[in-house]
């Protein structure tokens, strides 16, 4: 009798104590699955964060070369219209270099450079044309002012010939210029100061663009600088 009064109370500790152990390793598996699980939840999240990332900029990246490309046949178009025989290499050398300032000078575009190129080169797009003043190059750089600004540029000063009829240094240089002047003195008046002089275009700008303070070159290198660039900016392949 006292055997089976044991046995029973035995057992119910048994099943109790089985019972507990196996709630307790239930929840072990619980939480190591809950955690597992979230961790890989969390890295997968991590994962795909990273790929959603590279994908957008590969599409930006995309997106970029697609406008630069865009830009770059268009610049080698206009060169067709002026000069059909410059070999395709320099051409597309040109037409990068002009693509880069634009990018480089937020107050350039390509229509505005390729506009000033035409004009200065008297339309003929010939890297080693020099005036009857002596300016040099694509965008008539004169070789004082081209010195200087060469240094500024990182560019090793050897001759004007040498520097100036470079067409990359030459662009490089009067893109400088021209975006320094526009942005001392707006579109019109930086047109002025590197067809005529900044000292004259200042005084033009202080007297609200008055009639007879510009030479008559500048006065009409304005406008025709500005007709090509409205031409260009209308322009499409």
């Known amino acids: 009798m006292v055997r089976n009064s044991v046995e029973p109370k035995t057992t119910f500790k048994n099943i109790i104590f089985r019972g507990s152990f196996l709630a307790l390793a ?13 961790v890989n939840t969390i890295q997968e999240n991590s994962k795909l964060r990273v790929l959603e990332k590279s994908l957008q900029d590969i599409r930006a990246a995309m997106n970029v070369d697609s406008v630069r490309q865009y830009n770059i046949q268009k610049i080698m178009k206009i060169i ?41 080169s008297g339309s003929t797009w010939e890297a080693e044309i020099v005036s009857e003043s002596g300016a040099m190059g694509l965008m008539q750089v004169m070789p004082a002012l081209g010195l200087w600004i060469a240094h500024y540029e990182g560019v090793t000063w050897t001759s004007p010939e040498e520097i100036l009829f470079n067409p990359i240094y030459n662009i490089r240089i009067g893109s400088r210029m021209l975006s320094t002047f526009i942005n001392m003195y707006d579109l ?21 663009k008055a009639d007879g303070i510009l030479w008559s070159e500048t006065s009409n290198y304005i406008p025709h600088i500005l007709k090509y660039y409205q031409e260009f900016k209308t322009l499409t392949l």
């Not at 410059?86 to 480089?104: C, L, Q």
């Not at 019109?188 to 609200?208: C, F, P, Q, V």
């Open 26 to 38: 239930l929840a072990i598996i619980f939480l190591f699955s809950y955690n597992f699980f979230g």
């Open 80 to 120: 067709d219209k002026y000069n059909p025989s410059m070999p395709s290499g320099i051409k597309y050398e040109i037409a990068d270099e002009i693509y880069n300032m634009n990018v480089k000078y937020t107050n350039l575009d390509v229509d505005l450079i390729c506009a000033t190129i035409t004009h200065e």
């Open 188 to 208: 019109e008046g930086g047109l002025a100061a590197y067809n005529g002089g900044e000292k004259r275009a200042a005084i033009w700008i202080a007297n609200d």
